[in-house]
């Protein structure tokens, strides 16, 4: 499966932003999802993951109550709404889908996901 990330951009602390992954070549419905994201110097860090179905997720704790997915097999797409975001937010996000399961194992290195989407920049300015 190809995954495209999009939706990145320049945005104040408080604002929202949505992200959105669309996949092809592949039945999407078949892999569990997920948004990590790299700031400049950090290692990558996991901000949430999804089932198949979006029926369970989860998230990290920097960014619960602000962060909601949204997933759409019928479109092949899992969206990011982002909201009340803070400059440490700042980062280049990446969606990324693997045919294993929903495990907590999945998560948070992200080592077990196989299909990765090029990055959108998303900038919080203070």
């Known amino acids: 499966v190809q995954l495209q990330a999009s939706g990145g951009g320049l945005v104040q602390a408080g604002g929202s932003l949505r992200l959105s992954c669309a996949a092809s070549?592949?039945?999407?419905?078949?892999?569990?999802a997920a948004w990590f994201r790299q700031a400049p110097g950090k290692e990558r860090e996991f901000v949430v993951v999804?089932?198949?179905?979006?029926?369970?997720?989860s998230f990290a704790d920097s960014v619960k109550g602000r962060f909601t997915i949204h997933r759409d097999n019928a479109k092949n797409a899992v969206d990011l709404q982002m909201n009340n975001l803070k400059p440490e937010d700042t980062a280049v996000y990446y969606c990324?889908?693997?045919?294993?399961?929903?495990?907590?194992?999945?998560?948070?290195?992200?080592?077990?996901?196989?299909?990765w989407g090029q990055g959108t920049q998303v900038t919080v300015s203070s």
């Open positions: 990324a889908a693997t045919r294993s399961r929903f495990s907590t194992g999945l998560f948070p290195n992200g080592n077990r996901f196989d299909y």
């Open positions: 070549g592949g039945r999407f419905s078949l892999y569990t």
């Open positions: 999804t089932s198949w179905g979006g029926g369970i997720t």
